[in-house]
């Protein structure tokens, strides 16, 4: 997996996401190949749920709760197919809203608080060989002094949630 810190000023294809990179504090970018498609690699990807991770989120729960966040706690895994990932703005999945999305292209992601704003973009795209390369793009935006100080506590663990999240998404859903 290639995993890439991008600038403010990275383009991002399909263009239609360049505004969020537009202001925003953070964006990185991690990129895999697999041999599933948009939705199976999603699936997979908010399917898999070690336990590792769900200590991490009851930690991030005693944070948030220090911060005074809406959202302290981030329930389990949405445990959906393939199919039940929704494309439609406005629709939920596990903790974010869908933001922007098409079909066998990206889906965009958001999910917000008092403190930040954050964006997961999943695009896809055609390689040789019948795979396709996922770039897993994560955008944040600060609000209020709580922002950076949150982000800066959770910012190493992001990367390894991010990171593990994409191999299982490459895996697809099961």
Partial sequence: MKSTMSGLNHQVDPPELSSLIVDADHVDVKTIEASVTLREFVAGALAWEPRWMTLLFRARAVLAGLLRLRNPAIPAGPGLTAEEIPFTPGHTVWFFTVFAAAEDRYLVLEAADTHLTGYLAVVIEPTRLGRSRFRVITVVRYHRWTG???????????????RTAAKAGARGSH
């Fill in 148 to 162: 950076p100080l949150y982000f800066t506590v959770v910012r190493p663990f992001h990367h390894l949630v991010v």
